[in-house]
């Protein structure tokens, strides 16, 4: 493996350039068997952004996570069924049997703390367990979790899994059931039931299978499920509160065949401010993918990568380090097998989309087939100047963090020119609470912080509020939860 890096000092900056790479579950070798179904061989890949360049690090293996700096790669053994971390620095492997099928295995925030689920992903009950490569304890976080998740969802701190358990509703009909959504503590294993998903029609399993929440660094897990006409919804589950927020209005014909799957795609970044969603069209006669803006709650179409003959079922996203360009990668489904698809680059900037491989053919593991899951590793071109010589190129009101807070949290903004700058709260009926700011600010990277505090020292009411700054003719405003 090559590892380079570039590093120019001159006399008024600094500026660095490290690589960039995406890496893959790569199919390397392909059988269909009659009566049985496709047999697929990966090796763990990764590939230049541009599809200049590729490489194989591990060679038969599958990996299931990769740690944040790209190091450390956490893998199954499929044969020996036990979890591997691989470290491509010393190139060392550490090992542990584990005497059960393992899947799903993610880092948590110990790398050496590693969580991963017990039994088929089609089996009709999983068990969530905790794994220390340190002391070799196993410990279990739960044994009664649904099958229609990704019940591998770490809080943006990685001390937290959310998951979700079936529990029927005695005043429904059977195939009706609630799901629960459920937080626990990794290292506590404290359980809290968060918010409960009603009336999930079980006899439509796919409206169960392949969901992935995104638990977002703004507080709240996003997720794909029915809405209360049967059509599929992006909704928003806010993860101290629990409350349950619809954040689309699509409309479908109700009927939903089996092989199309609205969900979110798979990914392990938390501090997104978009994020890759797929939903069924109202003809049924496609999966779209759509860009979702979490700032602004607007979604825009981003296409279908179907074809005549066979479906696009969406897999997994992961970012550029500068949040300027999305890969992701598909399923291709043709009603008689299904095969990882191709690995593309959506550049936000251009609106363009370039797909890394080949023409598709079996027999060449050279056109990338892109398993899941995909991280881009990497930093962008930086430079360090002088503070007076850094200045924002726009303005822009970031999400308070954190959120929720009790009883301080901080707001950040940035200033493009120097301007009048009036930052104010207001509680959810629109009254005046505090005034942060409000003088003259010259143009730079700003912050200020909130102390929910009364003038005699004692917190205000819990509950939303609004803060909102105006900047010269910039204006906006976002929502906080302060809590008791």
């Not at 079922?313 to 489904?333: C, H, M």
Request: charged share 20%; hydrophobic share 35%; net charge negative.
């Amino acid at each position: 493996m090559k590892n380079i890096l570039l590093i120019t000092i001159l006399t008024s900056f600094c500026f660095s350039q490290a690589e960039e790479w995406i890496y893959f579950n790569n199919m390397t070798d392909f059988e269909y068997v009659p009566y049985f179904g496709p047999i697929m061989d990966f090796s763990v890949s990764r590939i230049k952004p541009d599809g200049s360049e590729i490489e194989i690090i591990m060679e038969d293996v599958q990996y299931s996570d990769l740690s944040e700096d790209g190091k450390k790669i956490l893998y199954i053994d499929q044969e020996l069924l036990n979890l591997n971390i691989y470290n491509t620095e010393t190139m060392d492997t550490i090992s542990s049997i584990t005497d059960i099928y393992p899947v799903n295995a993610r880092f948590t925030q110990d790398e050496n703390v590693v969580l991963y689920i017990h039994g088929s992903l089609y089996s009709s009950i999983q068990t969530l367990y905790k794994y220390s490569f340190t002391d070799s304890s196993v410990t279990m976080i739960s044994d009664s979790l649904s099958t229609g998740f990704d019940n591998m969802t770490l809080s943006p701190d990685g001390q937290q899994v959310v998951y979700f358990r079936v529990t029927e509703d005695e005043d429904t009909e059977d195939y009706f059931m609630d799901y629960e959504v459920i937080v626990s503590h990794i290292e506590s294993g404290e359980s809290i039931i968060l918010a409960t998903i009603p009336y999930m029609n079980a006899s439509n399993w796919s409206a169960l299978w392949n969901n992935n929440p995104y638990w977002s660094d703004n507080g709240f897990i996003y997720l794909t499920f029915f809405d209360d006409d049967d059509c599929f919804q992006l909704f928003g589950i806010h993860s101290s509160l629990g409350y349950i927020t619809q954040l689309t209005d699509n409309p479908c014909s109700g009927f939903i065949p089996s092989y199309f799957i609205s969900t979110i795609l798979g990914t392990k970044e938390t501090d997104l401010e978009k994020f890759i969603y797929t939903v069924i069209s109202d003809s049924l006669s496609n999966i779209g993918h759509w860009i979702y803006d979490i700032t602004s709650n607007e979604s825009s179409y981003l296409g279908y990568f179907g074809g005549e003959n066979y479906v696009s079922i969406a897999q997994g996203q992961t970012w550029s380090p500068d949040r300027s360009k999305v890969a992701f990668n598909e399923w291709l489904y043709t009603g008689m097998m299904i095969i990882p698809g191709y690995l593309r680059v959506y550049d936000t900037v251009t609106e363009s989309i370039d797909t890394l491989g080949n023409v598709l053919d079996l027999d060449d593991p050279e056109a990338y087939y892109a398993a899941g899951p995909i991280h881009w590793i990497g930093e962008s071109e930086v430079s360090i100047v002088e503070p007076s010589e850094m200045v924002p190129e726009q303005f822009v009101l970031y999400p308070n963090y954190p959120n929720p807070f009790n009883p301080t949290t901080q707001i950040k903004y940035d200033l493009p020119e120097d301007a009048l700058v009036n930052i104010t709260i207001y509680d959810i009926m629109g009254r005046s609470i505090k005034s942060l700011v409000n003088s003259n600010q010259s143009a730079g990277y700003r912050s200020i912080q909130w102390n929910a505090t009364n003038n005699l020292g004692e917190p205000v009411s819990a509950g939303m509020y609004i803060y909102m700054i105006q900047a010269g003719e910039f204006r906006q405003t976002k929502k906080m939860v302060l809590l008791k």
